[in-house]
């Protein structure tokens, strides 16, 4: 397949300028090996999901990391986190080192990094595909868009979506859970899992799940944590602000693709997605992983909230720079009604200047004020 060329590679490149090491997370799939290829082609790559690689190189680290030359990528090192520590010994010893280390698990491979090269790595996130990275993305349904999610296979047209999706649920979802936890009955993951994608857009009630499955609240706040390690699902969390306010203090779950989300809810089809009643939070998923996208496209950390309060007003989106607030109200119709502000221009009147920018994401032609397509989000600020 042709190269995708991913948005992040001007920060990645940049890092590379100034640190020894640079390291790139994200989820299994999202193409990180492919884009240290192409942007890294000088170093010499080697693959730690291969056992008998890893065998060989815990027999001699310090030896591995001299014979592999000047400029190393090491993908999937959360199979070895051990060899960040040897990696340490060698920037420190030979200035001239370069590494590249990929991992899809952000507990295993980070806990290492920050034990070890605080100080010495360039650290960034890759997701799956932004709209716009998407070769004509504009010419494609909404429904489409959102059911085929953003992995490049499915992009590039390699496997179908919900073949993809399945066997990436089977082989990496599961498949981590099993290795991270003592998972003795995986039904009752499974039904965790497509509980937790019904929620989606919603705030998330762990005692409430843990009755509905019959575990522990405990046991579904550890999944939890496992999906977010894995970059399958995330929390985000609400708003707070010095205001004469009761604000939840309770974080909503979103997942990194709505390809998967949409395996999970038992979507087959574009068609059975267009009439689906989570196809509004389905739509709302996109914008928030789209505005974190161009974050982590950036180099940048997450700067993305929600605001509601207790008895009910709510903002989707809330995004902080520095002083300023983005806000965005995001909603899936094609038809533009007056109501779609309302909330925006409360949290305006509300907070006053502090409200840099306002905009409207929805489904349909972006014709009135303040209003976006989900497909120009990214360019909204």
């Avoid at 909404?142 to 993809?164: K, Q």
């Avoid at 509004?280 to 161009?294: P, S, T």
Wanted: net charge neutral; glycine share 6%; proline share 4%.
């Amino acid at each position: 397949m042709d190269y995708i060329y991913r948005e992040i590679t001007p920060s990645i490149e940049h890092g590379a300028n100034y640190y020894p090491v640079v390291v790139i997370s994200g989820p299994a799939g999202s193409g990180k090996s492919t884009l240290c290829r192409h942007v890294f082609a000088s170093y010499k790559a080697y693959d730690l999901t291969d056992l008998a690689l890893r065998e060989k190189i815990m027999l001699d680290p310090r030896g591995f990391l001299k014979d592999c030359g000047e400029k190393t990528i090491l993908n999937e090192l959360q199979h070895i986190p051990e060899l960040v520590s040897f990696i340490r010994m060698e920037v420190d010893e030979h200035p001239e080192r370069r590494f590249i280390l990929t991992g899809s698990n952000r507990y295993d491979l980070m806990e290492s990094i920050t034990k070890s090269l605080a100080v010495r790595a360039a650290m960034y996130t890759l997701l799956p595909l932004s709209i716009s990275e998407l070769e004509g993305a504009s010419g494609v349904s909404t429904d489409t868009l959102l059911f085929n999610g953003f992995f490049p296979s499915v992009a590039a047209g390699l496997i179908p979506a919900s073949e993809f999706h399945s066997r990436y649920y089977t082989t990496y979802v599961e498949r981590d859970v099993r290795r991270l936890r003592n998972l003795t009955d995986i039904a009752q993951f499974q039904k965790f899992m497509r509980i937790l994608a019904g929620r989606v857009g919603s705030e998330l009630n762990a005692s409430q799940i843990a009755g509905e499955i019959g575990v522990s609240s405990p046991t579904v706040k550890s999944w939890i944590g496992l999906l977010e390690t894995s970059y399958i699902a995330l929390q985000l969390h609400p708003y707070f602000i010095n205001i004469n306010k009761r604000l939840t203090k309770t974080p909503k779950i979103y997942f990194y693709d709505t390809g998967l989300l949409c395996f999970l809810l038992g979507i087959r089809n574009a068609e059975q997605l267009s009439v689906h009643p989570l196809r509004g939070a389905i739509f709302e998923n996109v914008a928030v992983i789209e505005l974190l996208k161009r974050r982590f496209n950036d180099g940048k950390l997450s700067n993305i909230y929600f605001y509601r309060e207790n008895k009910g007003r709510e903002v989707d989106i809330v995004q902080e720079f520095g002083a300023g607030l983005d806000i965005y109200e995001v909603r899936s119709s094609q038809t533009f009604n007056k109501s779609f502000l309302r909330n925006l221009d409360y949290l305006q009147r509300l907070l006053g200047d502090r409200v840099s920018s306002r905009h409207l994401v929805y489904d349909g032609d972006p014709i009135p004020p303040y209003a976006i397509n989900l497909r120009r989000i990214a360019d909204a600020r």
